[in-house]
């Protein structure tokens, strides 16, 4: 269409921008090689997008909120339009919240789409993270890049609960009366670790000023920096696929970036976008108004933080009350650091290790590019659930004061059952999944040697009944051939050629125990030997349907046809 | 960790000969589809008209957000079926936004499904890693620059920059220390004091025994609350001070905290909550339950407060009470113990 003769004023401008740009930075090559960037399509890699598009509507939305919100805990008279407090005694904090909502036109739509796309922010990244996890889209060479999107999720739970808290309504402060709790309950510095973050006793006059700086300047500030390098390293090391029909490791089947897949991600953003705009015009999210104003000796029962804090609430309900104190000397409270702080740092330190301790056990250096199935690493598969199984009962227990009131249940009964739950569900979580996993295994190779059943019966000459099966079309023998072998590491020798121990022998051989462990259950795929057989055993089968007469389905390949 | 397998070579492992390395017809894409649109030109214009009516009705939608944003007042309200009553603009705005926004992303996507091309292309990937001559000369180079840097070699020097280091970041530790007061003695103390009188919040009004009925249950605060209040504009002394006024027959009263801390059968605890400090509210009359809303740790009031349930360790601390000469109720001191959250300090 463009290549020497250029005459209408479009291909002009796209001719004198790409010279323009080229003298300058010479970015010809650069877009020669990205603008048909091929992206393979999927629905569940729509997950991150829908992240990546909440935090621009963040930045946007959060934007216009900062030129009305008041950060100061100043004490004031309100005498806005909200008539039920009028008159009544509150922070500028708060009053500012409440101009946005009832004075400022589409204010109050603003601040919905801004916690509405909050909340869909956290979620998208926690789902997101569950499809890399079950798909082993972590593995070599994305290692750092899950490390990364960890600390996306870890800074994403600071940022909601940091931007909740600003309104300083009667939930929100609850909430950072319990933050100062836990401050105060860190180990030695905790009284002066709290004095310096509330400038004193709590609340103090300073906290929502400094909060407001760390929510709208520091925290999103790294969020953006992140994610650029999540992105950059998505681009760079090219995006994992499916396995399917001319899907390799070595390849990547999709979609060129322009002009398909522009037009998809684009048009993606304005559907978040739209949605989240729509649902903020219909559905009102946290009513800061009817709370009030926070008041340190008031409080709502059933209060209930945002969706993705429930689990550190259901921590802290569940745990027993356990404090250790030597009287004129300290008091240590491990009813407190134990739930919130030191369960977190342990779940957080093991999610974003969890790609290396895989390959400490498997031994696995291989680059992946093609993703697995879960049913394909049945160990990775049950820990994952294992890991949702003990994060649900958590984040359930968040709400037990809820649950209690209706199904008219005793709280003590059901806090005691959760805490059992807590133990006992995520091992058999793990061994159901695992179970499953490997049922599927079996039935994948059954119906790669046996075909699929299609629900006809014959009657041979002999009298014998069969059922004729009909060889598994290629897209799905693709699929499930895609399986990849999971390495056993050999025995650790004791000593090397020359008579030296080995070093760290202990650890290898635990290392090789894992190893077995993890890929001994594995149902082995048929051989080239089994599989060639069994086809034309089903060929067989097949022609003998058509020779007594049975009219084979119009896809069915000819028996002549040589798989 | 001689035994890893590292991806370099072809052969990865010693495996049996399995069906993943046959290269059966699947390693071939499969053919390619036409769409209706590709093939009928009549199919092919009404998904290029579909697209433009949603453009068009993008721009509409449009419109119409800015013509509600200036007609509606912000402080009008109307009902919604199943939603109850909402801000007309809130709705309007946001209705008239949210489907000029939706419509042009479906149809990007539509645009996208019908016409442009959807053949699937393939790209090859490459290896990570650079060659092994590129690597050895990368590390050689470095080696080189830090023998010449002398890091390895000058071990005061390298000693001293170390030590200059680790002390830089020091200065933001002490300037830290700025950001609050140190911690005295605020945590052990509030503003409860020898016969400070009982007022309820907010109305101020100063409680009688004669107020309480046996099972009643008032939050109170100490009378100087409000001047403390006035002079010093923070919520700080609010935190500590709430307490709960409660009367129980003297049967009930199973124990209290202190000889004599209780008159005539009420008792006053601390309303902050020893886990985390939120302030309890949820009081059973019938079992002298007191529940915190928070992480539902129950107080026995009718046995000093002690902990039945939950997470919290300690009891509640109680404020020894008594009647002053004109027969209102007052403290006869402060709290014998820090009220709220446990701190390192506390002992």
Same mark, same amino acid.
């Given at each position: 269409?463009?290549?020497?003769?250029?005459?209408?004023?479009?291909?002009?401008?796209?001719?004198?921008?790409?010279?323009?740009?080229?003298?300058?930075? $010479?970015?010809?090559?650069?877009?020669?090689?990205?603008?048909?960037?091929?992206?393979?399509?999927?629905?569940?890699?729509?997950?991150?997008?829908?992240?990546?598009?909440?935090?621009?509507?963040?930045?946007?939305?959060?934007?216009?909120?900062?030129?009305?919100?008041?950060?100061?805990?100043?004490?004031?008279?309100?005498?806005?339009?909200?008539?039920?407090?009028?008159?009544?005694?509150? $922070?500028?904090?708060?009053?500012?919240?409440?101009?946005?909502?009832?004075?400022?036109?589409?204010?109050?739509?603003?601040?919905?789409?801004?916690?509405?796309?909050?909340?869909?922010?956290?979620?998208?990244?926690?789902?997101?993270?569950? %499809?890399?996890?079950?798909?082993?889209?972590? %593995?070599?060479?994305?290692?750092?890049?899950?490390?990364?999107?960890?600390?996306?999720?870890?800074?994403?739970?600071?940022?909601?609960?940091?931007?909740?808290?600003? /309104?300083?309504?009667?939930?929100?402060? *609850?909430?950072?009366?319990?933050?100062?709790?836990?401050?105060?309950?860190?180990?030695?510095?905790?009284?002066?670790?709290?004095?310096?973050?509330?400038?004193?006793?709590?609340?103090?006059?300073?906290?929502? $000023?400094?909060?407001?700086?760390?929510?709208?300047?520091?925290?999103?500030?790294?969020?953006?920096?992140?994610?650029?390098?999540?992105?950059?390293?998505?681009?760079?090391?090219?995006?994992?696929?499916? /396995?399917?029909?001319?899907? *390799?490791?070595?390849?990547?089947?999709?979609?060129?970036?322009?002009?398909?897949?522009?037009?998809?991600?684009?048009?993606?953003?304005?559907?978040?976008?739209?949605?989240?705009?729509?649902?903020?015009?219909?559905?009102?999210?946290?009513?800061?108004?009817?709370?009030?104003?926070?008041?340190?000796?008031?409080?709502?029962?059933?209060?209930?933080?945002?969706?993705?804090?429930?689990?550190?609430?259901?921590?802290?309900?569940?745990?027993?009350?356990?404090?250790?104190?030597?009287?004129?000397?300290?008091?240590?409270?491990?009813?407190?650091?134990?739930?919130?702080?030191?369960?977190?740092?342990?779940?957080?330190?093991?999610?974003?290790?969890?790609?290396?301790?895989?390959?400490?056990?498997?031994?696995?250096?291989?680059?992946?590019?093609?993703?697995?199935?879960? %049913?394909?690493?049945?160990? %990775?598969?049950?820990?994952?659930?294992?890991?949702?199984?003990?994060?649900?009962?958590?984040?359930?227990?968040?709400?037990?004061?809820?649950?209690?009131?209706?199904?008219?249940?005793?709280?003590?009964?059901?806090?005691?059952?959760?805490?059992?739950?807590?133990?006992?569900?995520?091992?058999?979580?793990?061994?159901?999944?695992?179970?499953?996993?490997?049922?599927?295994?079996?039935?994948?190779?059954?119906?790669?040697?046996?075909?699929? /059943?299609?629900?006809?019966?014959?009657?041979?000459?002999?009298?014998?009944?069969?059922?004729?099966?009909?060889?598994?079309?290629?897209?799905?023998?693709?699929?499930?051939?895609?399986?990849?072998?999971?390495?056993?590491?050999?025995?650790?020798?004791?000593?090397?050629? @020359?008579?030296?121990?080995?070093? @760290?022998?202990?650890?290898?051989?635990?290392?090789?125990?894992?190893?077995?462990?993890?890929?001994?259950?594995?149902?082995?795929?048929?051989?080239?030997?089994?599989?060639?057989?069994?086809?034309?055993?089903?060929?067989?089968?097949?022609?003998?349907?058509?020779?007594?007469?049975?009219?084979?389905?119009?896809?069915?390949?000819?028996?002549?046809? @040589?798989? | 960790?001689?035994?890893?397998?590292? =991806? !370099?070579?072809?052969?990865?492992?010693?495996?049996?000969?399995?069906?993943?390395?046959?290269?059966?017809?699947?390693?071939?894409?499969?053919?390619?589809? #036409?769409?209706?649109?590709?093939?009928?030109?009549?199919?092919? &214009?009404?998904?290029?008209?579909?697209?433009?009516?949603?453009?068009?009705?993008?721009?509409?939608? &449009?419109?119409?957000?800015?013509?509600?944003?200036?007609?509606?007042?912000?402080?009008?309200?109307?009902?919604?079926?199943?939603?109850?009553?909402?801000?007309?603009?809130? #709705?309007?705005?946001?209705?008239?936004?949210?489907?000029?926004?939706?419509?042009?992303?479906?149809?990007?996507?539509?645009?996208?499904?019908?016409?442009?091309?959807?053949?699937?292309?393939?790209?090859?990937? =490459?290896?990570?890693?650079?060659?092994?001559?590129?690597?050895?000369?990368?590390?050689?180079?470095?080696?080189?620059?830090?023998? !010449?840097?002398?890091?390895?070699?000058?071990?005061?020097?390298?000693?001293?920059?170390?030590?200059?280091?680790?002390?830089?970041?020091?200065?933001?530790?002490?300037?830290?220390?700025?950001?609050?007061?140190?911690?005295?003695?605020?945590?052990?103390?509030?503003?409860?004091?020898?016969?400070?009188?009982?007022? &309820?919040?907010?109305?101020?009004?100063? #409680?009688?025994?004669?107020?309480?009925?046996?099972?009643?249950?008032?939050?109170?605060?100490?009378?100087?609350?409000?001047?403390?209040?006035?002079?010093?504009?923070?919520?700080?002394?609010?935190?500590? &001070?709430?307490?709960?006024?409660?009367?129980?027959?003297?049967?009930?009263?199973?124990?209290?905290?202190?000889?004599?801390?209780?008159?005539?059968?009420?008792?006053?605890?601390?309303?902050?909550?020893?886990?985390?400090?939120?302030?309890?509210?949820?009081?059973?009359?019938?079992?002298? =339950?007191?529940?915190?809303?928070? =992480?539902?740790?129950?107080?026995?009031?009718?046995?000093?407060?002690?902990?039945?349930?939950?997470?919290?360790?300690?009891? #509640?601390?109680?404020?020894?009470?008594?009647?002053?000469?004109?027969?209102?109720?007052?403290?006869?001191?402060?709290?014998?113990?820090?009220?709220?959250?446990?701190?390192?300090?506390?002992?």
């Amino acid at each position: 269409m463009s290549n020497s003769v250029n005459q209408g004023p479009i291909d002009k401008s796209i001719d004198g921008t790409v010279k323009y740009l080229d003298d300058r930075f $010479s970015t010809a090559g650069f877009i020669k090689r990205n603008m048909r960037k091929v992206f393979p399509d999927h629905w569940s890699f729509m997950l991150g997008e829908i992240a990546l598009y909440s935090f621009i509507i963040l930045l946007l939305s959060g934007t216009y909120l900062t030129f009305f919100y008041k950060p100061s805990m100043l004490e004031i008279v309100y005498d806005g339009s909200y008539l039920p407090l009028k008159g009544i005694k509150m $922070s500028e904090a708060y009053a500012s919240t409440l101009e946005i909502s009832f004075d400022v036109r589409g204010g109050l739509l603003m601040r919905q789409i801004h916690h509405w796309a909050a909340l869909l922010f956290v979620a998208s990244v926690s789902i997101h993270l569950l %499809r890399v996890f079950f798909t082993g889209a972590f %593995r070599k060479p994305r290692e750092i890049n899950w490390l990364i999107g960890t600390g996306l999720l870890t800074l994403a739970i600071f940022e909601g609960f940091s931007g909740y808290s600003l /309104p300083d309504d009667l939930l929100s402060g *609850t909430g950072l009366r319990i933050a100062s709790g836990i401050v105060l309950a860190i180990p030695v510095v905790g009284t002066y670790a709290s004095y310096l973050v509330f400038g004193g006793e709590f609340p103090g006059l300073d906290f929502m $000023s400094r909060l407001y700086t760390i929510h709208v300047l520091l925290i999103p500030g790294i969020l953006l920096g992140l994610i650029t390098a999540h992105l950059m390293m998505v681009w760079y090391q090219k995006h994992t696929q499916y /396995p399917g029909p001319g899907r *390799t490791n070595n390849n990547v089947v999709g979609y060129p970036l322009l002009p398909v897949y522009m037009a998809k991600a684009g048009g993606f953003f304005f559907i978040v976008f739209g949605i989240l705009v729509l649902v903020s015009a219909l559905v009102t999210i946290n009513p800061i108004w009817a709370y009030g104003p926070y008041i340190p000796d008031q409080v709502t029962a059933g209060s209930q933080p945002d969706w993705y804090i429930g689990w550190l609430d259901g921590s802290t309900r569940l745990m027993p009350n356990w404090e250790i104190t030597i009287p004129g000397l300290f008091t240590l409270s491990l009813n407190v650091l134990i739930p919130t702080l030191i369960l977190p740092g342990l779940m957080f330190t093991i999610l974003g290790l969890y790609p290396w301790i895989e390959q400490w056990i498997t031994g696995d250096k291989r680059a992946h590019h093609l993703l697995e199935r879960p %049913r394909n690493n049945p160990n %990775r598969t049950g820990l994952g659930v294992m890991a949702l199984t003990f994060y649900a009962i958590l984040w359930i227990s968040g709400g037990n004061d809820i649950i209690a009131q209706m199904l008219n249940l005793s709280i003590n009964a059901i806090t005691i059952t959760m805490r059992a739950m807590l133990i006992i569900a995520p091992p058999i979580a793990f061994v159901i999944t695992k179970r499953i996993c490997l049922s599927l295994q079996h039935k994948d190779k059954e119906l790669l040697l046996h075909g699929e /059943p299609t629900g006809r019966l014959l009657r041979l000459p002999s009298g014998e009944f069969i059922e004729i099966h009909e060889p598994v079309s290629d897209a799905k023998r693709a699929v499930l051939l895609s399986r990849t072998e999971l390495p056993m590491l050999p025995v650790p020798a004791s000593h090397d050629a @020359n008579g030296v121990k080995t070093p @760290n022998l202990w650890a290898k051989k635990l290392q090789r125990r894992l190893s077995h462990w993890w890929s001994v259950d594995q149902v082995p795929l048929p051989t080239v030997a089994e599989l060639e057989s069994a086809t034309e055993h089903t060929l067989h089968e097949l022609s003998e349907a058509q020779e007594q007469g049975v009219e084979l389905t119009k896809d069915t390949p000819a028996p002549t046809s @040589n798989h | 960790m001689s035994n890893e397998l590292e =991806h !370099e070579g072809s052969s990865i492992l010693p495996v049996q000969q399995t069906s993943t390395e046959v290269n059966t017809p699947v390693s071939v894409l499969p053919p390619h589809v #036409l769409r209706r649109a590709d093939i009928d030109p009549i199919a092919a &214009t009404r998904a290029e008209r579909q697209v433009s009516i949603m453009f068009l009705l993008s721009a509409l939608f &449009t419109l119409l957000a800015i013509v509600s944003f200036i007609a509606i007042p912000v402080d009008q309200y109307v009902r919604v079926p199943g939603a109850g009553v909402t801000q007309a603009s809130n #709705l309007a705005v946001g209705f008239t936004l949210g489907m000029a926004i939706l419509l042009i992303g479906l149809g990007a996507i539509h645009w996208a499904k019908k016409l442009m091309p959807d053949e699937e292309v393939t790209d090859s990937r =490459h290896s990570f890693s650079s060659s092994k001559e590129i690597r050895q000369s990368v590390m050689e180079e470095i080696r080189l620059g830090g023998q !010449e840097s002398g890091f390895a070699t000058r071990k005061i020097v390298r000693r001293s920059l170390l030590t200059a280091l680790a002390l830089l970041p020091l200065p933001a530790v002490v300037l830290a220390l700025d950001f609050g007061p140190t911690p005295k003695n605020e945590l052990r103390s509030t503003l409860w004091g020898k016969g400070v009188r009982l007022v &309820t919040d907010p109305t101020g009004r100063l #409680l009688r025994p004669e107020d309480f009925q046996v099972g009643s249950l008032v939050s109170a605060h100490p009378e100087n609350l409000h001047d403390w209040e006035e002079e010093n504009h923070n919520l700080n002394a609010r935190a500590k &001070t709430p307490i709960l006024v409660v009367r129980m027959s003297p049967e009930e009263l199973r124990s209290t905290q202190g000889e004599g801390w209780d008159y005539q059968g009420i008792v006053a605890f601390s309303k902050v909550c020893t886990h985390v400090g939120c302030p309890i509210a949820l009081y059973e009359h019938r079992t002298h =339950h007191l529940l915190c809303p928070c =992480h539902q740790s129950t107080f026995d009031l009718a046995d000093s407060a002690n902990v039945v349930f939950g997470p919290a360790a300690r009891r #509640l601390p109680q404020l020894p009470i008594s009647v002053d000469s004109e027969g209102y109720l007052i403290a006869q001191s402060d709290f014998q113990e820090p009220v709220g959250p446990s701190f390192w300090e506390r002992g």
